[in-house]
């Protein structure tokens, strides 16, 4: 019988439940602290955590615990495992995948850690494409090159409404540049080199969605593409009409929520376009 190879993420790959119970995806928690409270990411209300962003409450958060990822790999060992690949949000962003190598020292199967320097359904992707490899029954050399190979194509595109958030939380990186523009300046940003860093400043919210949408167009090109549009308090529905419109290589669209521990950082109104060639 050919090996299996189970696949691991953590929730900043805002991977729907559906697309992930369907692949056999792990999703381990990244924790979320609001005042007081601290819990999985998935546990809080996002209504709530917008509500309390904009309020001024204190809103930070921490990679999983390395016991959350040991007993996903051990359940994983279980269900017969001979190998596990886990994808994690960049390195430079969250200690995430620091976690998951602790864990994977304590378990007896091979685990082999991808640092995605990236985040968001540019992760997410990634972790279907090696999913989908290791159903079929691939070799491990396989899988970890499905998802290498995903990663380094995708694009990921992001409105915020302000940088204030991501200033709070030191997750500005290169984009610190643009940190101080006037209100009506909307900037856009990117995910390169495992760091958020600048890509525009536009002059408006209209307008800035308008040139996130061609932004996705050109990152599209003529190639076959899965495209994914999450949220945070923010309406996606023209720009997911707009994009099945201008794209004319779109395999799928994914539309969903940014994970609550993205949206502690990228605040209330953001919006991200993700790019990913199949």
């Not at 494409?129 to 998802?147: H, I, M, N, T, Y």
Request: with cysteine; aromatic share 4%.
């Amino acid at each position: 019988m050919p090996a299996h190879i189970a696949v691991v993420t953590d929730s900043t790959s805002c991977l729907p439940d559906k697309l992930a119970a369907r692949w056999g995806i792990g999703v381990v928690q990244v924790q979320l602290h609001v005042g007081d409270q601290t819990d999985d990411e998935h546990r809080f209300d996002r209504n709530e955590l917008i509500a309390a962003m904009k309020s001024g409450h204190n809103v930070t958060t921490s990679p999983p615990d390395p016991g959350a990822f040991f007993w996903t790999y051990q359940d994983a060992a279980a269900r017969g495992a001979s190998a596990i690949v886990s994808l994690h949000i960049s390195g430079r962003l969250s200690d995430t995948v620091q976690a998951a190598r602790e864990a994977a020292q304590q378990v007896r199967i091979p685990v082999h850690i991808i640092d995605s320097g990236t985040a968001s359904m540019s992760l997410g992707y990634a972790a279907v494409s090696a999913a989908r490899v290791a159903g079929a029954g691939g070799q491990l050399a396989r899988v970890l090159e499905a998802a290498e190979r995903r990663v380094r194509a995708a694009t990921e595109l992001i409105y915020v409404d302000t940088l204030e958030y991501l200033r709070r939380t030191g997750r500005v990186g290169a984009a610190q540049s643009l940190v101080g523009t006037a209100f009506s300046i909307k900037p856009l940003l990117t995910v390169r080199n495992g760091e958020v860093s600048p890509l525009a400043r536009v002059p408006g919210a209209k307008r800035a969605m308008n040139r996130l949408v061609d932004l996705a167009v050109k990152a599209a090109g003529d190639q076959r593409v899965d495209v994914a549009v999450t949220r945070f308090g923010s309406d996606e529905t023209e720009v997911v009409r707009r994009l099945r419109d201008r794209i004319p290589g779109i395999t799928d669209v994914v539309v969903g929520d940014a994970s609550t521990v993205i949206g502690a950082h990228v605040g209330p109104g953001a919006l991200s376009i993700t790019v990913s060639p199949t």
